[in-house]
């Protein structure tokens, strides 16, 4: 009997196989055509703009654009010793270019970010370029002031000419590229972005150990109460999201300043006297204790859907085994709630250690976060490149927490119910 005779035909004479293929890429249309809406949701407001920040982050063909003249000129220039008459002729046709189309205070702030001081003297060869002669560029730009027969100002120029640098990312870990294009730390008394990551993952810590602490007892009354009244307390615990984040936060600075509410409790109870009142706002007090109100519904709800799950009965058995209530709690129930836990304290860290308003109004100076930096540099500094560089770090540091909780946690261990 022929392979042809054997094969297994549908009633339209098709072969089956081929039939099943053609069914089977038609269902993986359908579910591609499904998800695409969601997939081109999530590329539209969230990779294309992570890209954007990235590509902003390293990209430095700003000076190389506004100097090409310069650029081209320097090649042939080591960078020891001050540049030949070529380099300063290219950097003064270049300078009287963007004078014209008035783009020369950007190249003013962009270069004096790399060394201080190169906006006040580009301002000051902008006044007196008008009456140059021809011919001697070099000696009547160094003429004008002193910095310009230094050779470090042109070499900050020179380090500029890659179109892209990692510069940012080094400035966000108090680093940066030495005349030598080396990789050395700032001065000690500089060094405070060093600070603010650390004081950011201490903050998101403790947030997150205080907001565990308080609510699993909380997502555990919520667990075993009967449904009437568990219900009425969820409404309490729900009430913070029903009430603007700001209000809750200018609530806190009434309520934790030195002549507020709780100062005037510790006061009434003796705890402490009128003329020695804590300190509990603009600093990191203020921060831990707001903070930990806000992100708490967000680690008792995820551990009272898990608790909700298990059995009573299961407390029951081990105290019928001859366990105590604490070695019961410890050994039968404490595990199953796991899952709640790490999705509690993953979620509580990640909104900590990006928290931006709480800080900025309660923090003072020894509560500012990194998200203030980034914040700062956006509105103030107009340093974007600076501040998606900062951004990014950031992100990149909660990944990784994610993937070290994975290794030592397992993300399938993660449950909301």
Known sequence: MSSETQKILTTDGIPLEESLRKAEKKNKIKAFLLVAPLLLFIIITYIFPIGEMFTRSIDDRMVTNMLPKTFKAMETWDGKELPSEEVFAAFLTDYRALAEKKEHGKLGQRLNKEKNGFNTILKKLWRKMKKFEEGNAKGQIMAIHKRFRDVKYWQAIKRTAPPYTMSKYLKGMDMYYNED?????????????????????????????????????????????PMKYSN????????????????????????????????????????????????????????????????????????????????????????????????????????????????????????????????????????????????????????????????????????????????????DNIKLG
């Open 232 to 411: 009425l307390l969820m409404i309490c615990v729900l009430l913070p999201f029903w009430t603007s984040l700001l209000v809750r936060t200018a609530s806190w600075m009434i309520l934790l300043q030195q002549q507020g509410i709780v100062n005037d409790f510790f006061v009434w109870i003796g705890l402490v006297s009128d003329e020695n009142r804590p300190e509990m706002m603009y600093n990191k007090t203020g921060t831990y204790v707001a903070m930990t109100q806000i992100l708490l519904p967000f680690m008792v709800l995820p551990l009272y859907s898990v608790m909700k799950t298990i059995s009573p009965s299961l407390m029951r058995a081990g105290k019928s085994l001859g366990g105590t209530p604490f070695i019961t709690f410890w050994k039968v129930y404490f595990p199953l709630t796991i899952p709640g836990i790490g999705a509690g304290c993953l979620l509580v860290f990640i909104l900590a250690i990006g928290y931006y308003i709480t800080p900025a109004l309660v923090g003072g100076a020894s509560g500012t976060l990194i998200s203030n930096q980034i914040a700062f540099h956006m509105k103030t500094t107009l340093d974007w490149s600076f501040a998606s560089a900062m951004g990014l770090m950031l992100l990149t540091g909660v990944l990784v927490v994610y993937w070290i909780y994975n290794k030592l946690v397992g993300i």
């Open 181 to 225: 294009g080396k990789v050395v730390q700032v001065e000690e008394d500089r060094r405070i972005h060093r600070i603010l990551w650390l004081r950011t993952l201490e903050v998101a810590f403790f947030v997150t150990v205080f907001c565990f602490l308080m609510g699993y007892p909380i997502a555990h009354l919520l667990a075993t109460l």
